[in-house]
């Protein structure tokens, strides 16, 4: 079960980076992708193999980096729930909840820290910075205290105090940006330069969380019986788990792991406030332009800009899938409805996905022999309010 991790590949411009150094964006800008030994990693990772193995992200060691001794707190192998009330509700035969609430921190983000926290141990760093709305910051901090690392966070001053708590917590240290997080992610650039021995890890600027993230695609396909659903659908802010899950899907066919080559239509869905991918998939745009004056209260949603934009259009197209835009009332309706049938405390990023599945039925765009996964991405328990719902 050791790592096949081989090289890097430059989205754009395919040109190869060295995997044994720490990388941000290849010269050229581009985003770099972490490329595996495939053929060989299939010989190992089979479905019959991974009957045995520990119930996080790490079972799929072969194509993570970093496997021989990651920096983990259990993350991953989350439940994905059957929601027989939502589906009904909907108009759906089956719909399911990947719940990643469960994660360390609350939130999916883990998933991505727990990776690129152990490549950036792993080959040197001692610091690290990012820019984050939330739970990337909070995430970002409990696994640097894991692996000995020093955190700054750059957020939005209007970040929720729940965030700024558990990640001053965890011994970050906090910066309050007067902006939005592209504001937030300029500041990190400018302190990386100034200061030598930092290592950036925002958004895709690094390889390594979009390996952590792509196993959401491993586990709902081995969830399921390596048979994907018709229908993924995610909440988009960077883009990660989008771009992951489609990356795992091309990799998992590679290692013969799916039952067919029938891919699942991947669902972009971002708040009718900040709304940038779902302009540029409307427009037929190859690329996304910056949302002026972004506001949702999901905080993770509020990404007037993305880096990989080119990427998660690229995965929506080829999938033949599409890209929707929520209205803040609409989420905290969904994540109330899902509180109340499920049981679960979504983020309002979470309820975005019921809502949109919502308007994706009644509109036909699913119909309702599909199957059909919402992932919600966070728990309710950090956000100070729901719009429209009183609290004594
Ligand atoms: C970061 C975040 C998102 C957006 O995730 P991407 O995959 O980067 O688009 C969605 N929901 C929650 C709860 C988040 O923290
Ligand atoms: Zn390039």
Redesign the pocket.
């Known amino acids: 079960m050791a790592s096949t991790l081989e090289w890097l590949e430059c989205s754009r411009c395919r040109s190869a980076s060295d995997a044994r150094a720490l990388q941000g964006l290849c010269r050229c800008g581009g985003v770099l992708l972490a490329r595996y030994r495939l053929d060989e990693a299939a010989r190992s990772l089979t479905r019959e193999s991974l009957g045995g193995r520990p119930p996080t992200l790490w079972r799929y060691a072969e194509v993570l980096p970093g496997s021989a001794q990651p920096v983990s707190l259990g993350e991953g192998w989350t439940p994905l729930l059957e929601a027989r009330f939502l589906a009904a509700s909907v108009g759906v035969d089956q719909l399911w909840i990947k719940e990643e609430s469960l994660n360390p921190t609350g ?3 883990a998933r991505g820290m727990s990776t690129a926290v152990t490549m950036a141990r792993a080959l040197g760093a001692k610091r690290i910075a990012l820019p984050s ?4 910051g909070s995430a970002a901090a409990a696994y640097a205290a894991v692996a000995g690392l020093a955190v700054e966070l750059f957020l939005p001053a209007d970040t929720p105090a729940p965030f700024r708590l558990e990640a001053a917590a965890y011994g970050a240290t906090l910066h309050l940006v007067d902006g939005d997080i592209v504001d937030c992610g300029m500041r990190v650039r400018a302190h990386v330069d100034s200061a030598p021995g930092w290592v950036d890890l925002s ?1 895709l600027r690094e390889p390594y969380r979009l390996e952590g ?1 792509k196993t959401i695609g491993y586990e709902i396909a081995e969830q399921m019986g390596w048979d994907l659903p018709e229908v993924l659908i ?9 771009v ?1 899950v489609w990356k795992a899907i091309e990799e998992m066919e590679q290692l013969r792991l799916l039952q067919n080559r029938r891919r699942p239509r991947m669902v972009a869905v971002q708040a009718e406030g900040c709304a940038p991918i779902v302009r540029a998939f409307r427009e037929g745009a190859p690329a996304a332009t910056r949302w002026i004056d972004p506001h949702t209260y ?1 905080s ?2 509020r ?1 007037p800009a ?1 880096i990989g934009d080119q990427l998660i259009l690229e995965a929506i197209r080829e999938s033949k899938g599409t890209a929707i835009a929520v209205s803040d009332e609409e989420m905290a309706a969904a994540q109330l409805e899902m509180a109340r049938g499920e049981g679960i405390f979504a ?1 309002p ?2 309820g975005a996905t019921l809502a949109a599945a919502r308007k994706l039925v009644a509109d036909g765009w699913i119909r309702a022999a599909e199957r059909v996964v919402l992932l919600n ?2 728990t309710g328990l950090k956000y100070p309010r729901i719009p429209g719902l009183r609290v004594p």
């Open positions: 939130s999916f983000k709305a939330g739970n990337a958004t993230k995610f909440p988009t802010g960077g883009g990660t788990g989008l992951g999901a993770g949603l990404v993305a983020a990023e979470g991405t966070g």
